[in-house]
């Protein structure tokens, strides 16, 4: 049970550790943005990989089970992650607004 836990746990960690780098650098220009975002998210998933290693190696978990949660628990927050950055960046919306305009000028047509 505990590997279930520490599974969500980091999975949860590396989304909100990212978010967190988000609300910092949303306002920065483009070039800082990328070179801060990609840093840390190459960053975070070294911390995951140590967070993996010692799970794994030093506290021998069972591996399928911690594995397992680990994927889907990574697959859930990372969805979380990209639709928060849609959400703040509205970016969506923006391609939402051009579908419209589109629509429009090939009715006028």
Known sequence: MIE??????????????GIIVFKIIINKSNQVFF????SS???RYVINLFFLWYCLKILNFEA???????????????????????????????QFKQNLTLKNLKNEK
């Open 4 to 17: 279930i836990i520490v599974a969500i746990l980091i999975s949860f960690f590396n989304c909100f550790s």
């Open 35 to 38: 070179r801060v975002f990609f």
């Open 41 to 43: 998210l190459l960053l």
């Open 64 to 94: 399928f089970k911690f594995a397992l949660t680990y994927l889907l628990g990574t697959f859930f927050a990372v969805m979380t992650e990209v639709l928060y950055l849609n959400k703040k960046s509205k970016l969506l919306n923006l």
